[in-house]
């Protein structure tokens, strides 16, 4: 009966349910000790020094809470690491104390190795967040943020026997704290999550095979909260983590192929996101191209779009976004236009047709033709007719013989508008371009004549002082 009573003291000691105790043992020693004075021989006690008990039994008191709040408070995360908090049910100490150590700790030290993104491992027992509701979402939620973290994992160890057991049980679930997504990614998401949770979701094992399910529940846990995070950094158009994350996710799965890991099911899971990863750095440096004009970037455009085809070969966006390179980089114009009759077989939508038109005049064809396929661009919408413009001028800053460009130039500045530019680029062409035959030549005049710039001048449009195409 003591031993029982001892037990409970000892688990209920600083913590929150302990304070009515602690309250009613601090009384008693108040009144044990002034009543131990009181009877010794000459002692008087005065009423100041009652007060004076009192006030130590008090701070006594605010000690006691404070060093009990203290403890059960919840851990916070630093804002500089990527925090996962670890929701730890057991059936006793000793099962917490060898979740922590052997999951928890083991799941922090995998994971420093990594340089770019710092991620920190944080623990409570589950009865420390008793008042939040771990079923509903919204309370995940609220303990997430007041814990700095972004993904929870909730853990529930028992044992058949908890004072000497050798069959345990191991279940792990967890939820992930994410930016505003779209119906469509959010399924996606969850499905995802439903697929790396499914090995470890309920695990029954004997004693001596602890060790190697709790290895296990480690790496599985580390790829989930590698993906996850790659995931998340995908969401926030970070292709570069995206990628950093992924790539370690996917090194995890192939050094346990032969395990327990659904190899071929978590590889092609990894791969579709490294798809996207590789895909959106492409983009983000196509956009840093475009803004700064840097080789540098159209390297880096190049080597992601390889890195993406490797996965899913011969997608619409690889061979648009090669045929971009191939001329704006290594001057390939051949094997661009290639390119873009896979598009075109492809036939995913009808943005081809303006690198058709374009490929024709860097490819020097007749003035004729290249009219002719802009013209029939232009039937469909294109989203920034400036950002074809700003190519072709890129193009012809390296490469000022291709002549033919400038009627390219000339036909898109005449469809949005600007007559300067486009008179100037017309009498470039005109000026520098072979015979043209007399249809040719009319087409050519009607535009010229049609372009009004309302500028009163010598005429002389090469050389205008309110461009600088010339």
């Not at 979701?201 to 989930?224: G, M, P, Y």
């Not at 996850?228 to 983590?241: E, K, T």
């Not at 413009?389 to 469809?415: G, Q, W």
């Not at 470039?428 to 710039?453: F, G, W």
Request: glycine share 4%.
């Amino acid at each position: 009966m003591e031993s029982k009573l001892a037990d409970r003291l000892e688990k209920a000691w600083l913590k929150p349910k302990s304070l009515p105790i602690a309250f009613a043992l601090i009384v008693i020693a108040y009144f044990g000790l002034v009543s131990v004075l009181s009877a010794l021989d000459g002692v008087t006690l005065t009423k100041e020094d009652y007060h004076m008990w009192a006030i130590v039994a008090f701070v006594a008191w605010c000690l006691y809470v404070g060093v009990c709040l203290f403890k059960c408070r919840l851990p916070r995360a630093k804002k500089n690491c990527v925090a996962v908090l670890f929701c730890i049910e057991a059936e006793s100490e000793k099962l917490f104390a060898t979740a922590r150590s052997k999951l928890v700790s083991n799941f922090q030290s995998s994971l420093e190795h990594n340089a770019k993104i710092r991620f920190k491992a944080l623990c409570v027992p589950k009865e420390r967040v008793a008042k939040y509701d771990l079923k509903q979402d919204k309370d995940c939620l609220k303990l997430l943020c007041k814990t700095h973290s972004v993904l929870l994992v909730q853990v529930r160890y028992t044992a058949d026997d908890v004072d000497d057991s050798g069959n345990f049980k191991l279940a792990v679930c967890y939820g992930v704290r994410h930016p505003e997504i779209d119906e469509d990614v959010e399924k996606v998401l969850s499905n995802d999550m439903a697929q790396l949770g499914a090995p470890i979701r309920s695990q029954r094992f004997e004693k001596k095979n602890a060790i190697d399910v709790f290895d296990f529940t480690t790496q599985a846990l580390v790829f989930a909260c590698q993906y996850i995070m790659g995931f998340a950094v995908l969401l926030a158009r970070d292709g570069q983590n995206a990628v950093t994350l992924l790539l370690q996710a996917r090194k995890i799965v192939e050094m346990n192929e032969g395990g327990y890991f659904d190899v071929g099911n978590l590889l092609q899971l990894v791969d579709d996101r490294l798809f996207w990863a590789y895909s959106l750095s492409a983009v983000i440096s196509l956009r840093n191209f475009q803004s700064e004009h840097s080789i540098a970037h159209l390297q880096s455009m190049d080597e992601n779009l390889e890195l993406s085809n490797r996965i899913h070969p011969d997608t619409y966006a690889y061979y648009t976004g090669k045929a971009y390179v191939l001329v704006a980089l290594y001057k390939d114009g051949q094997t661009a236009k290639k390119c873009i009759e896979r598009c075109k077989e492809i036939n995913q939508n009808s943005d081809w047709l303006y690198s058709e038109a374009f490929l024709s005049a860097y490819l020097g064809k007749k003035a004729g033709i290249v009219m002719s396929k802009y013209m029939r661009a232009f039937t469909e919408p294109y989203p920034n007719l400036v950002e074809l413009l700003d190519y072709i001028e890129f193009v012809l800053e390296r490469e000022p013989d291709k002549i033919t460009l400038h009627l390219a130039a000339a036909m898109i500045y005449s469809k949005t508008g600007d007559s300067i530019l486009t008179r100037q680029h017309l009498a470039i062409y005109l000026k520098n371009a072979p015979q043209l035959d007399r249809r040719t030549s009319e087409k050519i005049d009607n535009l010229m004549q049609s372009t009004v710039c309302d500028i009163e001048c010598s005429q002389n449009c090469i050389n205008c002082s309110h461009s600088e195409a010339g």
